[in-house]
């Protein structure tokens, strides 16, 4: 722990993936643990680990990275946070994000911007871009995200280490800021694939304090990291690989392709036809979603107030037009459209539908196939300021993880390449639901 604190100390100041660091407990615990003595069967044991921002932790600041929380200090822990001490493991602090999870390279955090360790001057991903840059710069060993359409696989994607998000269902979102509740799952972003298997491990399982959490059982994750993937079927998505790829991401997903070949699985093209229409579909749901969630923020019950109000209605419109950024607002807008009556049946219920025909595209794939891959995002990590100006060209990076969200599915992002300018390329897979340890075994197998 001692010595973690000390990294962070060495790179922070270039990297920037924290908010808030939590020295003096972090160590109270590290002693605990020591005291306590440390067990085979206690795998994570005495292991630092880093937190996003909108995972609520009892006592330390979790702001979302909002100016809207910036001193919102919870009084109980998220039921990850009670599994992450179950196992002894020591949270060090709270990790940079983009505001409410919103976006995709962390720039829209109203703290600060956080940096790609590969290239300082490129953008780490996004929304866990600060989980993502606290693992590939070597701060913590591991980290906890949120992904709600890419928001773990893409940084991981982005900064080469290994991010899953878990199937809808899998780890209890109770005490997870909500930015799109049927969509949001917390995951694990890890050096390696092994790590991550024992990070699942850990946060998964049933919590009655979450309403679509899944009563179903947890295996344990490391149990097929055999190296052995002979006969497993994968199949490749066409849509996956059409054009707007960046050519090195393209052949570095098709060198995957041949590997998972000679390691002996059967790889055949298969398609998702209505994957298309993720992008659209997503920004309607998780934008209306958004609108909704964010309503508690109203100046009144918790969060940042406007001190320049004369009546009711200013502290409404005041504390949330101070307290919320662009993006937010940007987001809330869209929502509270799409959801309007008159455009509902248009918007929101057309989406609904057309999530539900992405859904069964994945089903009838995982008929025949075990697994799905592609690349995990269409491009590497691009310039910070590049896309900030457009929020369009930044929403569409989202094509390859959106649906899978959408679907429900777990999905992973492991480093399989770099491209020319020496940044990391990030291969998916993806699974039936509830079948992460398949992923893992294909994944650890290809490392
Ligand atoms: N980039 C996407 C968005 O802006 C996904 C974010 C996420 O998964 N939290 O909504």
Not at 49 to 77: C, H, Q, W
Not at 160 to 166: A, F, N, Q, S
Request: charged share 20%; proline share 4%; glycine share 10%.
């Amino acid at each position: 722990t001692k010595a973690t604190f000390d990294r962070i100390r060495e790179t922070e100041e270039q990297v920037g993936s924290f908010i808030t660091l939590d020295e003096e407990h972090a160590m109270e615990l590290a002693k605990n643990i020591d005291a306590k003595g440390i067990t085979t069967d206690n795998v994570l044991a005495g292991l630092p680990i880093g937190i996003k921002d909108n995972i609520v932790t009892n006592g330390l600041k979790t702001t979302a990275a909002s100016r809207m929380l910036e001193n919102f200090v919870p009084i109980y822990d998220a039921t990850v946070m009670e599994k992450i001490y179950q196992a002894d493991m020591i949270p060090v602090g709270k990790l940079n994000m983009d505001e409410f999870a919103m976006g995709g390279s962390t720039e829209t955090s109203y703290f600060k911007k956080t940096k790609n360790p590969w290239n300082l001057e490129k953008v780490p991903g996004g929304s866990s871009g600060g989980s993502a840059a606290a693992v590939a710069s070597g701060q913590v060993l591991m980290s906890l995200g949120s992904d709600t359409g890419g928001s773990i696989r893409q940084p991981a994607s982005f900064t080469g280490i290994v991010g899953l998000k878990p199937t809808y269902g899998r780890v209890s979102r109770y005490g997870l800021i909500a930015f799109a509740s049927s969509l949001d799952q917390i995951g694990p972003l890890t050096r390696t694939v092994r790590d991550n298997a024992y990070v699942l491990n850990a946060i998964s399982g049933y919590d009655a304090k979450d309403g679509t959490s899944a009563g179903v059982s947890v295996p344990d994750f490391t149990a097929k990291l055999t190296g052995d993937i002979k006969g497993l079927k994968i199949g490749v998505p066409k849509e996956y690989l059409a054009d707007g790829l960046q050519p090195e991401v393209k052949e570095a997903v098709l060198k995957a392709i041949e590997t998972y070949k000679e390691l002996g699985a059967t790889v055949e093209e298969v398609s998702l036809p209505h994957s298309q229409y993720g992008v659209a579909v997503y920004y309607i749901i998780a934008s209306s979603e958004a609108s909704s969630n964010l309503s508690r923020f109203d100046g009144i019950r918790y969060g940042y107030r406007s001190e320049n109000v004369t009546n009711l209605e200013d502290v409404y419109i005041n504390s949330r037009s101070e307290g919320f950024g662009m993006e937010v607002k940007r987001r809330i807008m869209l929502g509270t459209f799409a959801l309007s009556s008159g455009y509902y049946d248009a918007y929101f219920k057309k989406a609904g539908q057309v999530r539900t025909l992405i859904k069964q595209d994945f089903e009838k794939v995982f008929e025949s196939y075990d697994l799905i891959l592609g690349p995990a995002a269409p491009t590497t990590a691009y310039g910070i300021g590049e896309k900030l100006d457009n929020p369009l060209t930044m929403y569409l990076n989202d094509i390859l993880t959106i649906p899978v969200n959408l679907a429900g599915n777990p999905g992973i992002s492991i480093p399989c390449g770099f491209d020319q300018e020496g940044l990391p390329i990030g291969l998916q897979l993806i699974g039936k639901h509830f079948d992460e340890a398949t992923i893992y075994q294909a994944a650890d197998a290809f490392e």
